[in-house]
């Protein structure tokens, strides 16, 4: 149980993580919302995959295999960085009841489960990226509210008026980082959705612009965090936060993609928006 408050803005809240207990057996608000987050944005994607091109059971057997993937890699990255304590304690690397799941490895490990499979099942991969991390906002703007519940995902100690205190933050006002992650994936979802319907010109350009927007945020908010994982060296005598660094190359990487792409257009997404009476910036001729 946690005494949560924003003292600055007078909000105090007692939160059990536990939603549900039977005997030995404990159901999570975690898991919980981080269910209704993948919920949604499986929901969100069977009803915008004729938008990018893309068959819906196709879709679901690459959705599929890359939640069991995603899950195997957010455990795997988790474990990595911190392998001299899983050396040492090996038969604790799958249990992941007790928590070490590392939101990159999912992505990473969604992101090549899903790709491998829609391989196999040769249907092109780049407009099953654009539902996928769109379906990745909704999920991660949705499932971030499961680290309030735990009281994790803080930052260091701040004044400012959305400072946020409880037991695990020994008692200081600190930044609420779950809620600054949360706030730009759901403005992500938004922007990117509108995005897609209005002015998307090929297939991977959505995807292109969510490495350049959550890897931006990230790479800020991850500086502020106090439960980062750091590489196992230094450079130059310095501690470098893995994920920070991972977030700086996204972000590049996605502005490099979207240069060379930028005169690249795509027929397909052209049609589909007359069809729907978007503006393309030609006037569409009436009947």
């Not at 030995?24 to 993948?38: M, P, R, V």
């Not at 946020?164 to 933050?169: C, P, Q």
Request: proline share 3%; aromatic share 16%.
């Amino acid at each position: 149980m946690y005494n949560v408050s924003f003292p600055f803005l007078g909000l105090d809240f007692r939160l059990n993580p536990i939603a549900l207990s039977f005997g030995s057996f404990k159901i999570h608000w975690y898991g919980i919302i981080i269910a209704c987050g993948l919920i949604l944005a499986l929901v969100y994607a069977y009803f915008t995959a004729e938008r990018f091109h893309v068959d819906r059971n196709k879709l679901f057997d690459c959705v599929i295999v890359g939640i069991i993937a995603g899950v195997i890699g957010a455990r795997a990255y988790y474990v990595l960085f911190k392998l001299d304590y899983y050396i040492a304690h090996p038969a604790e690397i799958i249990m992941i009841n007790n928590g070490g799941l590392a939101i990159y490895g999912g992505l990473i490990g969604g992101l090549l489960g899903g790709c491998i499979t829609a391989k196999i099942l040769k249907i092109k991969i780049l407009p099953i990226l654009d539902v996928a991390v769109l379906g990745f906002l909704i999920g991660q703007g949705i499932g971030r509210w499961g680290n309030f519940f735990n009281q994790e995902a803080f930052g260091t100690v701040t004044d400012l008026p959305w400072g946020m205190m409880s037991e695990n933050t020994a008692l200081e006002t600190v930044h609420p980082c779950f809620l600054y992650e949360s706030l730009w994936c759901i403005l992500g979802f938004v922007f990117l959705h509108f995005f897609s319907k209005k002015f998307q010109k090929y297939p991977g350009q959505v995807f292109y612009l969510y490495l350049v927007w959550y890897g931006f945020e990230r790479m800020i908010v991850e500086g502020l965090r106090t439960d980062s994982l750091y590489l196992p060296f230094g450079l130059f005598g310095m501690d470098l936060r893995v994920s920070q660094l991972l977030s700086a190359a996204i972000f590049l990487l996605g502005i490099v993609l979207l240069i060379v792409n930028r005169n690249k257009e795509d027929k397909f997404y052209g049609n589909y928006r007359r069809k729907k009476g978007v503006r393309t910036g030609k006037r569409a001729s009436s009947k």
